[in-house]
């Protein structure tokens, strides 16, 4: 179990123990992560992949066709016997899959993980995406031995700041013109958790 020692002002010393452990499965009260697998090449193009207002604010286009998705899900499916990597499927328990959720990028010596997601446009609004991403805070925590979590968001989509807060996430500023995505140069809201914050009242 990872715990904090504070040192000083702003000084942490950080005694957990970090085990990369891959993209297990997971599971919360709606929904499975899951390893992505070939098949799911389809189902991902027409539910999210492919919707430019779903991708309006990534780092990567709609895909333009079914083939840009295999190739895709070709690379993640290989990076799966990398302990390190981590690329989740988003299902729910009807067998619907409607999202991905991962690491985007990560950091071991200050044992910090940056969480990105998506989720296609039919299944906005329902709380999935806070869903999934409370259960990765969770397990990053408590089963990796991750120190940070983080996030971040294009200020014009708001709805993306939302689901981090509702997951436990603080808002830590926005750098100026600091990001990339479909837009052009962009501002970026970054938002972050810390293995001690679950701790505070």
Request: hydrophobic share 35%; glycine share 10%.
């Amino acid at each position: 179990m990872a715990s904090q020692t504070r040192c000083g002002p702003g000084i942490v010393s950080y005694s957990g123990v970090m085990k990369h452990l891959g993209t297990v499965p997971l599971e919360t009260e709606r929904l499975i992560l899951r390893r992505f697998t070939p098949d799911d090449a389809e189902a991902m193009f027409r539910g999210w992949a492919t919707d430019p207002e779903v991708t309006e604010f990534l780092s990567w286009p709609a895909h333009t066709s079914v083939d840009v998705t295999r190739q895709i899900l070709a690379e993640w499916v290989a990076a799966y016997s990398k302990p390190g990597f981590y690329q989740w499927a988003i299902e729910t328990k009807a067998g619907e899959l409607i999202g991905s959720i991962g690491s985007v990028r990560q950091d071991d010596r200050t044992r910090m993980v940056h969480i990105g997601y998506c989720i296609g446009r039919p299944w906005w609004g329902q709380g999935y995406t806070t869903e999934a991403l409370i259960r990765l805070i969770q397990f990053f925590f408590d089963d990796v031995g991750m120190n940070r979590i983080e996030s971040r968001h294009d200020p014009s989509n708001p709805s993306s700041g939302k689901v981090m807060v509702k997951a436990g996430m603080r808002y830590e500023g926005t750098a100026r013109q600091a990001d990339w995505n479909n837009q052009g140069i962009r501002d970026t809201d970054y938002y972050a958790i810390l293995a001690g914050d679950r701790n505070l009242p």
